[in-house]
């Protein structure tokens, strides 16, 4: 409806739409006023994806004019709940699949996707989507909404973005028995030919696309997360969102409660509920913070202690601990049956919970941790709203406030009886990885370093004011994420080129002005030819 009447009839068009020839201004406010009336989240998600398929550059639009509300349709925790569903909700395929029975011809599967300039890929295996589990080929939802958050936040060009889902199968029993799964019927091929095809599709990846191309890993189950992020960093362009992004947005949340405690990283004690990969990535995240700080590692580690399933992570434990979670094994501190016990035993400053299984910061949990510290640093930051530890009311109400609250899923503001209304931080990794990801495309990082998150952690928490941080906040606001993500970008592009990270030459000379001249546009493009004379050409025969 936006054609114009020239393009309409230079494009054989003309009488096959209604004679209006609308403004994205007025196509926006369709697009927003069909959505204020839907109320049920899943169908505004099966809406806005409607929409992406149809016109991208509205889709676009509409998502960043309105990132605060709709970034929880698009990604947590709507989707979450969109992955459940994905074969009930199913309209058209997005993204690549790739099955374990494709061995052999993963290259040939990549050359059957129309874009040929991709330059990020994000890719899941569908093993531990969010908090939610082993949901097969219905994970693909997470790829796709986190590569719109690469074009809305970063505006990264949505035809360099490719979702890619890995089919091996799934050990979900109701999945199996569900005649709308999409995937294969199997459980989870764990044997060699498992590393084999993801070895695959990495090399057919750069092969196609280049050495530099981003391939960002997202929700594959935790021993693989961490065994595929140390066997590829080296040899390719990728990081894991989980382990690292996760981490840097933790780490900028902390720093930012740093600025309201009034006492250094170094002075702080951490217990986290859960010691999987997002913990583990935190955990030596702050410990790279610290040693930046003049810590030493080991007296580091110490500040640093874990609670899984099986109890507190400590020395001669009848459970066996991960070679990952080695350095965070200390000696038994005494009896210690529950989180809260750890908590009353441990006396942390901070407690972050990513374990993913529902409300176990207690009341009891939330009031020892005001007791301890005038500010507690209480992070719940499990997905989706479900998962999380405890909420934002009680967090606050049970400390009067004081605390240092952040979520992973958004919750709304609260009211507390003294009449201050506080807005709780989400630490969402939205934050981080379509910036990062846009500064290792424009700069041709081959390898990206923990420093790297370390860098746009700090770079977070500078945009924080100080009149945010009143309000409760320790992130800014969802409505500035694209500015946020482009100083991200243009810092970490000075920081990759200031230590011989960036391999793509000439470097720019206005840093700040390349990055923004990259971003891309959201108006419709002219389809009309460009049309010029040839002055004083003479068409007709030279007569003598």
């Known amino acids: 409806m936006a054609f114009t009447l020239k393009e309409r009839q230079i494009l054989g068009i003309h009488g096959l739409l209604p004679s209006k020839i609308e403004t994205q201004d007025t196509q926006a406010m369709r697009f927003q006023k069909n959505l204020k009336k839907m109320s049920d989240p899943l169908q505004k998600y099966i809406y806005l994806m409607g929409i992406q398929e149809r016109n991208e550059r509205l889709f676009y639009r509409v998502l960043m004019e309105d990132i605060e509300a709709l970034m929880p349709i698009v990604y947590t925790p709507t989707v979450g709940l969109a992955c459940t569903q994905y074969g009930h909700i199913f309209r058209r395929p997005k993204g690549l699949f790739i099955s374990i029975k494709d061995q052999g011809h993963v290259r040939s599967i990549l050359d059957n996707w129309p874009e040929t300039t ?3 890929v994000v890719v899941t295996d569908g093993e531990r989507i969010l908090g939610l589990g082993d949901l097969g080929v219905y994970g693909m939802g997470i790829p796709v909404g986190k590569l719109c958050l690469y074009t809305a936040c970063a505006g990264i060009r949505p035809e360099s973005c490719l979702p890619v889902c890995i089919d091996v199968g799934t050990d979900n029993e109701k999945l199996l028995r569900d005649p709308f799964y999409m995937g294969l019927y199997q459980r989870r091929d764990r044997s060699q030919r498992y590393d084999d095809l993801i070895d695959e599709f990495m090399e057919a990846v750069v092969d196609k696309y280049g050495q530099d191309t981003l391939i960002q890993f997202e929700d594959f189950g935790n021993h693989n997360a961490f065994r595929f992020l140390k066997k590829y960093r080296e040899k390719f362009c990728t990081f894991n969102d989980d382990i690292q992004g996760t981490a840097s947005v933790v780490l900028a949340g902390l720093l930012a409660a740093q600025r309201v405690v009034g006492k250094p990283i170094t002075e702080h004690k951490v217990l986290f509920l859960g010691a999987g990969e997002a913990a583990l990535g935190i955990a030596n995240l702050i410990v790279m913070a610290m040693m930046e700080a003049g810590m030493s590692q080991a ?7 874990m609670f899984d399933k099986y109890g507190l992570l400590v020395k001669g434990r009848a459970y066996e601990t991960d070679s990952n979670q080695e350095a965070f094994v200390h000696p038994d501190p005494g009896e210690v049956k529950s989180f809260f016990d750890a908590v009353n035993v441990i006396k942390p400053s901070a407690i972050i919970g990513v374990a993913g299984a529902g409300r176990l910061f207690s009341h009891d949990v939330i009031r020892a941790m005001g007791s301890l ?4 640093i209480i992070f719940a930051l499990s997905n989706p709203t479900a998962k999380a530890e405890c909420t934002a009311e009680d967090a606050y109400s049970l400390t009067q406030g004081r605390c240092l609250f952040a979520s992973g899923s958004p919750f709304a503001p609260v009211s507390l009886e003294d009449g201050r209304i506080l807005t709780p931080g989400q630490g969402n990794n939205a934050y981080i990885f379509p910036g990062v990801a846009l500064a290792v495309i424009l700069s041709g990082v081959r390898h990206i370093s923990d420093t790297v998150f370390l860098e746009a952690a700090k770079t977070l928490v500078d945009q924080l004011t100080d009149e945010e941080l009143s309000q409760g906040r320790l992130y800014p606001p969802l409505s500035n994420i694209r500015e946020v993500s482009l100083q991200m970008a243009i810092k970490v592009v000075e920081y990759v080129y200031s230590k011989g990270m960036a391999f793509r030459y000439p470097e720019p ?16 493009d002219s389809f009309l030819p460009e049309i010029y004379d040839w002055p004083g050409v003479s068409h007709s025969p030279v007569v003598d």
């Open 118 to 120: 991709v330059k990020a």
């Open 373 to 376: 510290n005038e500010h507690p």
């Open 299 to 305: 007296e580091a580690r110490k500040k640093i202690w």
């Open 509 to 524: 000379v206005d840093k700040e002005a390349y990055v923004r001249s990259v971003v891309w546009n959201i108006n419709y």
